[in-house]
């Protein structure tokens, strides 16, 4: 539970540090994004898959 509660600030820090850059790296930033998004979202339900996957088989040490 601590690590979603860690990953939850690091995304709150992270949104703050978006919304006072610049415009340029903004930019960039969404450039990024658009290549990048699909393999990081394949990564997110990978990883919300494997949270799933240890709370209903206690016997996989995931947490």
């Known amino acids: 539970m601590k690590h979603l509660v860690i990953l939850l ?3 709150v ?3 703050t540090v978006w ?3 610049q ?3 903004r930019r960039n930033g969404v450039r990024f ?3 990048h998004g699909l ?3 394949a990564c997110a339900l990978v990883l919300l898959a494997l ?3 240890a ?3 206690p016997s996989i040490h995931l947490i």
Do not use: C, E, K, N
């Open 23 to 25: 415009p340029l790296t």
């Open 19 to 21: 919304h006072f850059s």
């Open 39 to 41: 393999r990081l979202g």
């Open 9 to 11: 600030g690091l995304l």
């Open 55 to 57: 709370y209903f088989i």
């Open 33 to 35: 994004m658009a290549r």
């Open 51 to 53: 949270l799933v996957l």
């Open 13 to 15: 820090v992270g949104y």
